[in-house]
T-cell receptor, first 111, second 115 residues
Framework: GQNIDQPTEMTATEGAIVQINCTYQ??????LFWYQQHAGEAPTFLSY????GLEEKGRFSSFLSRSKGYSYLLLKELQMKDSASYLC????????????FGRGTSLIVHP | DTEVTQTPKHLVMGMTNKKSLKCEQH?????MYWYKQKAKKPPELMFV???????INESVPSRFSPECPNSSLLNLHLHALQPEDSALYLC??????????????FGEGSRLTVL
């Protein structure tokens, strides 16, 4: 089966740095995605990791360790608009490539 | 065009009504998905079409009926729904069919309320 674990909620201060962790146990691995979702809106793509290491994209970075089944999303210079739910999604390998979503981490950014 | 378009954005229906949700993409993507999302929960997969064929049905009740008229369109027909079916229904597409992983492009969703 597939199991993805993320913290339910995190809070941080505007201008700070926050790290959102995601651990996974899946039937093989074919890539990990991070999505941002504001309340009542569709998820939007943030990052994609398939090899170990850090992928940087502006204020957002994502890290992957396949041997540990672990990823994190790092958000720098937090802004109020970063308050949203952050979804970790893993694509298993073999058979049907259907992504499994974690429950999402609700990030609240305070002034 | 990198959009997935869903209509209607909001829908209110009674338990005896028949309605449809529509989804359209013109990115040439080969896989299209329907997800259901309740408040503060992750998206739950309902159906996947790959190359216009229904590939995955995640044990969804028959009151939800998907249809893929062509490679760009995906419909979800609704009949005799229950109040607990009220949710945000998300359509998504990905470039590959079920032969490869790829980024999901989501539509803005259809907010459904069943009275």
């Amino acid at each position: 089966g597939q199991n993805i674990d993320q913290p339910t909620e995190m809070t941080a201060t505007e201008g700070a740095i926050v790290q959102i962790n995601c651990t996974y146990q899946t039937s093989g691995f074919n890539g990990l995605f991070w999505y941002q979702q504001h309340a009542g809106e569709a998820p939007t793509f943030l990052s994609y990791n398939v090899l170990d290491g850090l992928e940087e994209k502006g204020r957002f970075s994502s890290f992957l360790s396949r041997s540990k089944g672990y990823s994190y999303l790092l958000l720098k210079e937090l802004q109020m608009k970063d308050s949203a739910s952050y979804l970790c999604a893993v694509w298993p390998a073999g058979g049907s490539y259907i992504p499994t979503f974690g429950r999402g981490t609700s990030l609240i950014v305070h002034p | 065009d990198t959009e997935v378009t869903q209509t209607p954005k909001h829908l209110v229906m009674g338990m005896t009504n028949k309605k449809s949700l529509k989804c359209e993409q013109h990115m040439g993507h080969r896989a299209m998905y329907w997800y259901k999302q309740k408040a503060k929960k992750p998206p739950e997969l309902m159906f996947v079409y790959s190359y216009e064929k229904l590939s995955i049905n995640e044990s969804v009740p028959s009151r939800f009926s998907p249809e893929c008229p062509n490679s760009s369109l995906l419909n979800l027909h609704l009949h005799a729904l229950q109040p607990e079916d009220s949710a945000l229904y998300l359509c998504a597409s990905s470039q590959e069919g079920l032969a490869g992983a790829g980024e999901l492009f989501f539509g803005e969703g259809s907010r459904l309320t069943v009275l």
